[in-house]
């Protein structure tokens, strides 16, 4: 079995920081890529951040120059640092993951979520 579990969330103002953490845990073979989403009250959930294998990056345009995403290898755990963050990011933010469990099955794994709330 494999476990996602995030942390990190929080109430913070206008303008604040956070980081949020995703460590993967059980049967792993190997993590193919890694990937920050949320899903704010009433709407779908969204692509935040992306870190594939290779080291390459990807941001949605909304969070492009605030947010940073990170991966450390060793430890099997993904972050994003949220800076300048503004209201309209209040929402769950979710860890998802491509995990190899053996050399030929390759699944997809959520974490259970975690609040992200920004208001003064």
């Known amino acids: 079995q494999v476990q996602l579990v995030e942390s990190g969330g929080g109430l913070v103002q206008p303008g604040g920081s956070l980081t949020l953490s995703c460590a993967a845990s059980?049967?792993?073979?190997?993590?193919?890529?890694m990937s920050w989403y949320r899903q704010a009250p009433g709407k779908q959930r969204e692509l935040v951040a992306d870190?594939?294998?290779?080291?390459?990056?990807d941001y949605a345009d909304f969070v492009k120059g605030r947010f940073t995403i990170s991966r450390d290898n060793a430890k099997n755990t993904v972050y994003l640092q949220m800076n300048s963050l503004k209201p309209e990011d209040t929402a769950v933010y979710y860890c998802?993951?491509?995990?190899?469990?053996?050399?030929?099955?390759?699944?997809?794994?959520w974490g259970q979520g975690t609040q992200v709330t920004v208001s003064s």
């Open positions: 870190f594939a294998t290779g080291g390459s990056t």
């Open positions: 059980g049967r792993i073979f190997s993590i193919n890529r």
């Open positions: 998802r993951a491509r995990i190899r469990t053996t050399c030929a099955s390759s699944n997809d794994y």
